[in-house]
Structures are given as C-alpha cells and as structure tokens.
C-alpha cells in the first residue's frame, strides 16, 4: 500500500469501496471496508490523493482525511458517472472516482466547513416547517370546505377558520371534525413558532458573518439569502465569472446552439434550488418597489419591464444579483450605488 498515489473512495452508509492505484496507473488496492475502518484505514496511508463524489457525508469525509493529511477532490456526481464503464456497482462506481479525480478538466466541488454546513441545515429545515405549515393550512382549509365553511385568502382567514371550526356553536362542524381541526390548529401554531425561532437564529448567525452582512447591502438581499450565499460557497473563486456562478444556481438560460448558431431557452431546474428561489424573490421584490416608487433612477430595469413580462424580468434581475454577489464575495468589497442611483 505505500506505492497508492490516487484512491477512488465510494462512500455509503456502513460498506464503503476503495480503489486505489500507483503512479503508473496500476490496481493496488480493491476492497469494501466498513464504517469503522476506514478512518483507520486512511491513517496507515502515506498521504495521498483521494477523490469522493459530492453526496450525502462527503464533506464530513473530506474534512477527515484532510486532518490525516490527504489531499481530498470532491466532484458531482454527474462528471463521474461517465468514467462508469460498466454496469452499476460499488467496485465500478470506485474505479470511475479514481479515474475521474485524475483529469485536468474535471470541476471538484470545495469543501464546506461545519459551520457553513450548520447554518445550510438552519436554512434545510426552516424550509421543511413552511412546507409542512402550508400542508396543515391546506389540509384545514379542505376539510372545513367539505362543511361549507371558507374563509378569505391569507393568515387572518385561516385563523378566521379555526375561530369558526373550534367553535361551540357552529352546528355545520360536527363534533369529531371539530376535534381534529382543533389538533391541527395546535400543529399549526407550534409551526409558527418554531419558524419565527429559526428566523431568530438566521438573524443571529447573520449578524455574525462579515460577508453576511455586506451581501446585505445589495437591493433585493436579504439576511435569510446573503447567510445562504456564505453557507453555500465554501470559495467563490473557484467559479472564473459572475456568468459562472450565476450558471451554477440555475439562473441562465438553456443552450441549443449548434453549426454556429446560437438557440437560448428558458431556464432550466438544474443548479441550487433553493439559491434560485430566493434571488426570485428579491427580484421581484426589487420590481415590486420600482413599479411603486418609479423606474426613473433604474433606467435598465425600466427598460427591460417596458418589453419584457414581469417574472421573465424578475430572472433576469436575480441574474444581475447574482453576479454582483459574487463579485463582492470575490473581491471583498461593499455594495456601491450605481451613479443614476447615486444622484
């Protein structure tokens, strides 16, 4: 094992996969080791180059063998998948990480620290509790429209609901329905409460974060994407360009260029989804203020809504964004006003 230069390391829960070879490209090592091992494993390994597919754990990983001093590759998964030459297996799904960890032009993923991996699942599971807080006000605003009690659009109609449903002398609701709207209003309340704390730690861990709260400056940043941005990008200098790194969330447009011509769709669902929503959403909030306040100081912007519809301008927008954070990130400066805005 002290001539192994490259291993192809193919993680999973307990039965991992090790391919490994010498500097001449020859097999050395082909073995499953379990969970357990393989920290132990890696520390009788004269330093060595190890490539992973970023997956579940991959970080942890990296960051392990890097302490024990390897040098760790990770790459998405897609780039790997065409060094697989046959079939799907652990030993074959190995080979292809040690091969494909070797080339020039493969593009490896940075690793994130636990820090930025901590506030990533602050972000993860606030998004599950809105999603499951919209599951609870669909399911009360279905089961009580099956008595024929609605109530208007928004907050104030769903609580408007329960008023209604919990109710001693509302004769529409039986007595059995009225009990389990009752349990879903308490799931639906605690909800509420458990967001509004997560909101607090975001704000919090935002407060904390130098480059957090410069990202803040941008129109249509907010704290909730400018701490996404930092726990997102372990190093934006890995991506050469603002056109890059707006690529990798998703906000460009799908190419069918081909014989010299270029053909530009629309957008496709392949990058960060979560990222992409969110610099929607400030654009379109950056929109929304423009069309109350004028467009007269925002003369691109206003020329783009005169020809364009709102939500294929709001992309556009949240392209801009995009890129002027990842200069900021790159070069570590503040947000500056353009002259027209300036004046």
Sequence with gaps: MHGVTTIGLDIAKSVFQVHGIDAIGKVVIRRQLKRRYVLAFFQKLVPCLVGIEACASSHHWSRALTALGHTV??????????YVKRQKNDAADAEAICEAVTRANMRFVDTKTAEQQGCLMLHRTRHLLIRQQTAVINAIRAHLAEFGVVAPVGRRGVEELLDIATASSEER????????????????????AQILEFDRQIMAWHRSNETSKRLDEIPGVGPALATALVASVADPKAFRSGRNFSAWIGLVPKQYSSGGKDR?????????????SLFTAGALAVIRYAKIHGTRHRPWLAALLARRPTKVAAIALANKIARMAWAMMVKGERYKEPATLAV
């Design 73 to 82: 590759r990770l790459m998405p998964p897609a780039y790997v998948k065409p």
């Design 264 to 276: 530009l769709g629309s957008i496709s669902k392949q990058g960060d989804r979560y990222l992409r």
């Design 173 to 192: 609701v039986p007595e059995v329905a009225r009990a389990c709207v009752g349990a879903l209003g308490v799931q639906l309340r605690l909800l509420k």
